[in-house]
């Protein structure tokens, strides 16, 4: 019996279509009380019964607004009937074996034999195929033109005119949340989170016997053999409770959306701060505005912009002769100081934009609008790149219209405007040098080795790595009429390779056959050392540990044999 009862219930449009709806009906519906109490489990305390009261409310305020109406009811009704549309229908589909929009009885039975295939063993198979064959009359029941296939838009006829709601004498039961109504205390037809939180309340204060908060199996036993109305003190007390409860929760939603106010008060302050700081003066209808955006310029300044271990390039803007008033805006990822010659009348605003840090001669200060250290306006090196576009736009924003010239290089000595030509220590169209250092041996190249530099190590691989990496080698700049944001110092040390070779001149430094680097005496890193930069130091013995920061290049004492860190 147990695998004719499995195959009973194999299908959902065969439970539904098989009985009548008044066959259907479940037990009487439980009263406010008796539902509250069958939530109520021993060992409960009453925070973790009123968070069942929370819960339910959540669950039951389907349109959140924080009360439970007969609108509520009515959606919750529709949704399950719809959901209960939705499933009957997906059992006719899942039957639909050729997807010709209709079911007939032989793909009902491939189906039904499918699902209780388990079944199908032993003795009792004949009893089985006997269930099964009454399950398909009943499911082939609203094949209405007995055509025998059952067709979508029969069985949905048959789905929209089934009741929704199980009766049984012709009155339907109460739903969950009708059930609780019970409990609007001030009977306006909305049921609150207070008022079901004090209902749940006196239901446990009433079976919490000995008030000690949590509710044995012994009070629990007790309570529901009785089950009396809680007195009127009771009610007063879980109702006082409610409020105290609710008032709470005012006050904690009021401090929260205080500090949301004053979180977003405090985003636009930020926002308005940074928005000023990247702020850029409108040009006027007279003026031609160029875009300059490079990675760095081939030269090192000979002086710092803010700190020694920072390397800070330098470039050249040559202004051309005309009577056109010119608004440039150069934006580069490197540090840069710009040097300004020529007809520097012309310039009506300069703005220097950069990650790292900007500064500029030649130029009176109040002309020099600076974004530096920020990321107001992107640095670009290509002409056709998202971080151009959203530079143009960016000028277009605050300058009050497009650029008329946008120039772009990875790598530039400097610029002249308004024409835009690029001043360049480098020829684009060469091929790229190679350089292969060696401290001994032999090496035997094939083929073209026109772009193929050996080194060996010594001063001269130093001054080549140097016109490697900065063609403009360093360029001369007077720090008194630097104007930047940042302090302007000359270098102790000169950055990268252009300090290596300092250092060897002056005899601080020496390199062995491996091209490490001995340090002789104290000295200061030179900034930069980091990447194709880097290289190796020895600290002799007794020579006191460098000022500075060797960035990515390794330094080990030769009286240890142990890395040595920063300073």
Known sequence: MRNLSRLATLSLLALTWAVPASAQAPAAPPQTMQYLLARLSAGTTLERYLQLARFSFGQLDVNSDGRLTSVDDELMTAMSSAQFRAASMAQLLRADLNNDGAVTADELRLVLRYDGRA???????AAL???????????MRPDTDGDGRLTYAEA???IQSMPTIKITGGVAPPTELQTLMASDENRDGALTLPELEAAYDVVFRAA????????SAEELATYRARL????????????????KREAERQRAAAERAQRAEADAAERKRKEDEAHAKCAMPKATAAAKIVMLGLYETEALSSVALGSMDKVTHAG??????????LYLVITSYAAAIWQFSGAVDRIERVVLASLKA?????????RLTQLAGTNCLPYFHELQSSDTAKASGRVAEDAGRAPDLVVARYEVGGFSVPSGAVQSQTDPRKPQVMVIQKSGGSLTIEGDASN??????SMRSVEAELRRFSPGGVMEVDASKVVSLLPATPYDVLPQQAGLLQLMRSGALTQNRSGEFLIQRKIRYPAGLAGAHSVKFLLLEGVPQPDGDPAHSSVISEETGRPIGKP
């Open 119 to 125: 079944g199908f063993q032993g003795d009792n198979t």
């Open 129 to 139: 195929a006997a269930a099964l064959e009454q399950r398909v009359a009943v499911m």
């Open 156 to 158: 949905a006829a048959a």
């Open 208 to 215: 919490d016997a000995d008030r000690n908060g949590t509710v």
């Open 228 to 243: 009396d109305e809680p007195n009127i003190a009771s009610r007063r007390e879980a109702v006082a409770a409610a409020e």
């Open 316 to 325: 050249t803007i040559t202004v051309e002769p005309g009577a056109e008033p």
């Open 358 to 366: 900007t500064g500029a001669t030649g130029l009176p200060a109040e």
């Open 452 to 457: 193929i530099v050996l080194q060996t190590p």
